[in-house]
């Protein structure tokens, strides 16, 4: 390999980065100037004229507390129960033996190229109309409360854990409920951050179906009413961009903040496999 | 794939009769473990809930006439056929809005496959700031499309960034209020945003590339051209009907974007989406039966191109 090659690669790999972060420094740049600056030397402003002004304004407007709230009640009862209940699909699975596995294996996967979108007209009708869930958590967080893809990765990582690990169990005497809590569920905690990280994209950044079924205002996550913000009200702030910018840092921040802290987590071959089945 | 697998337990279970039939012995009813048939219930109830039923409900919807009622009303929904599939066809909106999502799907499928799969080759053999690279790449993919909106907006906006750097060359009206831009830029907004995961696809198939087989060609003069097209392409081929497949069917239900970037679909309907259109139609003004119609033509569409991809990329042995 060419030393000539490696550098070309370097850079048009740095370059590439730089434009895909490019959006995200001045999303940060957008959301502390007094007035919007579409120069390019607003691009890079003296550090002397920053405020926070547009975070007050955007409060001002839309409750960011309330909003985050919601958002992560949403996301946390996600989490939740994918967690619970993907860890027992899981390693029902990988590890026992029983009628319907292929079946619900099969599930599993397709589930994942089933687009939302078609689902989302009776979801609406059911959820909203006939269950009488519209402005409620838990009606918010039905459709999405078992990632399917996280079933998928607890199945691959049991798959893993030698099966003769079970067996000697068993033959010790132990019920399937204890080597359950005692055997699989102690070993599952690597995978737990993972499935974590996957699930919280989700429920976190999703926009349409809380839109659907949240009118009121205190319950919205904050992806809703920063979308409502951007759609209705914008036109009447004294620095519109600068304070959808300041929403959208903080909508932004914790996904980006988790990743990053988390990002060995996010490993390419746990997620693939995940994905492939 | 898992089409095949279900449909063959599915053929497999229905020889045994349910109960009183020939019990084996060697295999219980339940099988060796019925345990894992409790355990996985609660999964079960959901997928039937949430994804099969809604699933038949929408079929059903598209071929009655169904509005909505009063909660506990009991209204009479008459099946009317086709009449509702005729109404959207006969609605040049909605055909208009199937046109922008194939134009949408042109330009975003190849171009997430063939940057995704260059950035991904070129990633597996960085060495320096592969950290750093990496997130950079996955960071857009984790972000709310929402929160990104907004930048975007603000740096393709008339006198924005992006036209201020480009000077005369800027089109006229501006990008997102353009007829002919709109739906273009949406496209690359798109691919920008969702390359990580495809990147991060591809990373996981680069792995199972043999390593021999680049010493093999490199051994019989192959360059770093030659290897990445006989080498690479078709070692990741079925990361490529993968990829394929689910940029197909993230594009196919575009809505938060025209929504937002483009104020619902505009200007003109130039960056309208059927997911957009079953919006307006369905929960606006309260016609579902016409949504569920959009729906299903949509699916029948992607189902189409998914067979024409899989064709085309030979993913038969995946």
């Known amino acids: 390999m060419s030393r000539g090659q490696n550098i070309l690669r370097s850079v048009v790999l740095t370059v590439g980065a730089l434009v895909f972060l490019f959006p995200f420094y001045y999303m940060v740049i957008g959301s502390l100037q007094e007035e919007p600056d579409p120069t390019v030397a607003g691009a890079f402003p003296n550090p002397a004229n920053l405020t926070l002004d547009n975070y007050s304004d955007i409060n001002g407007r839309i409750n960011l507390l309330q909003g985050l709230l919601n958002s992560g009640i949403f996301t946390g009862g996600v989490i939740l129960c994918t967690v619970v209940f993907g860890v027992l699909v899981g390693y029902a699975l990988a590890q026992l033996q029983w009628r319907g596995r292929g079946v619900t294996f099969a599930l599993a996967l397709l589930v994942q190229v089933v687009p939302f979108q078609l689902l989302m007209i009776p979801l609406y009708v059911m959820i909203a109309r006939d269950y009488g869930l519209a402005d409620n958590y838990l009606g918010m967080i039905l459709p999405f409360a078992i990632n399917s893809t996280a079933v998928i990765i607890f199945r691959q990582y049991f798959l893993q854990i030698p099966k003769e690990l079970f067996d000697a169990a068993r033959i010790d005497g132990a019920g399937e409920l204890r080597i359950l809590r005692r055997i699989a569920l102690p070993l599952v905690r690597p995978a737990l951050l993972t499935v974590v990280l996957l699930t919280f994209i989700g429920p976190w950044n999703e926009f349409l179906w809380p839109f659907l079924i949240t009118k009121e205002a205190s319950l919205q996550p904050l992806a809703v009413s920063l979308a409502n913000y951007l759609s209705n009200v914008a036109a009447t702030a004294a620095n519109p961009f600068g304070a959808v910018l300041a929403g959208a840092c903080v909508l932004a921040g914790p996904a980006v903040i988790l990743f990053i802290l988390f990002q060995r987590h996010f490993v390419s071959n746990n997620i693939g496999s995940g994905v492939k089945g | 794939m898992s089409l095949t697998t279900a449909s063959r337990s599915a053929a497999g279970r229905s020889t045994t009769p349910p109960g009183g039939g020939p019990r084996r012995r060697k295999r219980p009813l339940l099988g060796t473990n019925p345990f894992g048939l409790l355990l996985s219930a609660p999964y079960l109830i959901f997928v039937l809930a949430v994804f099969a039923y809604p699933l038949v409900f929408a079929f059903w919807m598209s071929f009655h006439d169904y509005y909505f009622a009063a909660p506990g009303a009991q209204v009479d929904r008459p099946f009317v056929g086709l009449e509702n599939f005729r109404e959207v066809l006969a609605d040049p909106a909605i055909i208009r809005s199937f046109g922008n999502v194939g134009t949408f799907l042109l330009i975003n499928v190849p171009l997430t496959v063939v940057l995704s799969l260059v950035l991904a ?198």
Do not use: C, H
Not at chain 2, 282 to 295: F, L, M, N
């Open chain 2, 121 to 318: 080759t070129a990633l597996n053999k960085a060495v320096r700031f592969r950290t750093f690279l990496r997130v950079s790449y996955y960071v857009p993919y984790v972000t709310a499309s929402v929160a990104v909106v907004g930048v975007w907006i603000f740096l393709f906006s008339g006198n924005g960034l992006v036209n201020q750097i480009l000077g005369p060359l800027a089109p006229e009206p501006a990008w997102l209020i353009n007829e002919t831009w709109a739906m273009p830029t949406i496209a690359i907004f798109v691919t920008w945003k969702g390359l990580g995961f495809f990147i991060l696809l591809y990373l996981a198939a680069l792995q199972n590339v043999s390593e021999e087989l680049y010493e093999a060609a490199a051994t019989d003069g192959a360059g770093k051209i030659r290897m990445f097209f006989s080498v690479t392409v078709p070692g990741v081929r079925p990361a490529t009907v993968l990829v394929l497949l689910l940029s197909t069917v993230t594009g196919a239900n575009l809505f938060t974007e025209p929504y937002l970037l483009t104020g619902g679909g505009g200007p003109n309907g130039a960056s309208s989406s059927p997911v957009l259109m079953m919006y307006q139609r369905g929960i606006e003004q309260g016609s579902p039966d016409t949504a569920a119609a959009i729906g299903v033509i949509l699916v029948i569409g992607v189902l189409i191109l998914a067979f024409v991809q899989r064709k085309l990329a030979g993913g038969d042995e995946s």
